[in-house]
């Protein structure tokens, strides 16, 4: 089965028996591979699955500040002069994420784009700003900015030059949008949105092990942090070890403190698991900025998720909560 963006691939895992292959459908999106993995036995979710698939291209035209038609780039030029309408479900997941830069102290802030800009990662052209350059970008920053009207549906920035990037929860969102399409026509699948956010359904097998998945170690390719069955919740990671440059010997890594205007320093990958992918993928953004401080108190007080996080001068991660639906072994060497 092939269309012009999707492709089907039927390979089989580490063993031999049958209950052991997987069917694969994809679609690049968002400068990323979507793919749906589905056991053997769910032939008939592959039709479920491309179908599915075909809401990600939908999502990307309407969340991409890359694009001038879409709806967030109309919002970011219209919002500063009065109130903009928003789509009923785009408008939610903006009530999410303010709800999240207050609960995380503002670490996750999807206002933070000004400051990408000035550091040159927006065109993944990496740079030292001006100080002049630097404080300008950080007084726009702040998604107490936003103004969320629930009854009308509306929002407007308080100031000119506010833009607001959902680069940070985008994939997230698209994963949950994904699984709630395929939740009730399917007993099991995995979700992917890159290498950095999964959204597994069911248990993956017949029995009651979970979907096996391996975190990255941030420090070499070909190790493995973490290996983790998952059951019906979410998981993502943030790092930068693939987008950073160099300036004098200094490493300057794409995730930006909005609080401080400055590259977050202190975690090397987090690492967080909760039912909800858009709550994962912003959480490892907000604990890669806010560390072992914020992940304790923001795990202690929301019962069912989980952090991994390695600090950068550490060899040994810690693991903050608890989710039910996910086992976790930590791997030495």
């Not at 890594?253 to 205007?261: K, L, Q, S, V, Y």
Request: include cysteine.
């Amino acid at each position: 089965m092939r269309t012009r963006r999707e492709f089907l691939r039927f390979s089989p895992s580490q063993q031999a028996p049958p209950e052991s292959y997987w069917l694969h459908v994809s679609r690049p999106a968002m400068a990323c591979r979507f793919e749906v993995t589905l056991p053997l036995w769910e032939q008939a979710g592959v039709r479920v699955a491309s179908q599915a698939l075909e809401e990600v291209e939908r999502l990307e035209q309407q969340l991409t500040i890359f694009r001038r038609e879409s709806e967030v780039s109309f919002i970011n030029r219209q919002a500063a002069e009065g109130p903009v309408y928003v789509e009923a479900q785009l408008f939610a997941l903006l009530l999410l994420c303010q709800e999240l830069y207050r609960e995380t102290e503002g670490a996750f802030d999807i206002t933070s784009g000004p400051l990408s800009r000035c550091w040159g990662f927006v065109r993944r052209q990496g740079r030292i700003p001006e100080p002049d350059e630097l404080a300008a970008a950080k007084a726009l920053v702040g998604s107490d900015k936003l103004v969320l009207d629930r009854q009308s549906g509306c929002i407007r920035f308080q100031h000119p030059g506010v833009e607001i990037n959902l680069g940070s929860i985008g994939k997230g969102y698209a994963l949950d949008r994904l699984g709630a399409l395929m939740r009730h026509r399917v007993q099991s699948a995995l979700l992917s949105a890159g290498s950095s956010s999964i959204l597994a359904i069911g248990n993956g097998d017949r029995g009651h092990r979970g979907w096996m998945v391996g975190v990255r170690h941030p420090r070499s390719l070909d190790r493995r942090l973490a290996v983790l069955r998952l059951r019906n919740c979410a998981l993502s990671t943030s790092g930068s070890e693939e987008q950073f440059f160099e300036h004098r010997g200094q490493c300057y890594g794409h995730i930006i403190d909005p609080r401080t205007g400055l590259p977050a320093q202190r975690v090397s990958s987090a690492t967080v698991i909760a039912p909800s992918a858009a709550v994962t993928d912003a959480l490892s953004t907000a604990f890669y900025v806010g560390g072992p401080e914020l992940a304790a108190a923001y795990c202690a007080a929301h019962p069912g998720v989980m952090a991994i996080l390695l600090e950068r001068d550490s060899e040994c991660p810690i693991i903050f909560g608890k989710n039910e639906q996910c086992e976790v072994e930590i791997l030495h060497e």
